[in-house]
Nanobody, 115 residues
Framework: QVQLAESGGGSVQAGGSLKLSCAAS????????MAWYRQAPGKQRELVAR???????AYADSVQGRFTISEGAAKNAVDLEMDNLKPEDTGVYYC?????????WGQGTQVTVSS
């Protein structure tokens, strides 16, 4: 299993920006995809954005045009730039890595957007 360390998050007013970062804690090969998920109180965890097969990206409709996922500075790292944040973006954001078809999860970081 891949150990993932997340950073970033916090509280911001609507319209503001935040950046999340995630990196594998050890040098590891074979990660095919990294992604960010989020879980709002009382709701199921949902995919926010993913990066795969090099630099291909995909986004949830709710964040398209506002969020940008990109490779981090280090190997096996991923960033999520979140702009024009809305109260409905509030939740715990989890980093995810897929290796050999097996997913690994970070511990999550809280994002709170106030109106």
């Amino acid at each position: 299993q891949v150990q993932l360390a997340e950073s970033g998050g916090g509280s911001v007013q609507a319209g503001g920006s935040l950046k999340l970062s995630c990196a594998a804690s050890t040098r590891i090969l074979g990660i095919s995809e990294m992604a960010w998920y989020r879980q709002a109180p009382g709701k199921q965890r949902e995919l926010v954005a993913r990066i795969f097969e090099g630099l291909q990206t995909a986004y949830a409709d709710s964040v398209q045009g506002r969020f940008t996922i990109s490779e981090g500075a280090a190997k096996n790292a991923v960033d999520l730039e979140m702009d024009n944040l809305k109260p409905e973006d509030t939740g715990v954001y989890y980093c995810n890595a897929l290796r050999g078809g097996v997913p690994s999860w970070g511990q999550g970081t809280q994002v709170t957007v106030s109106s």
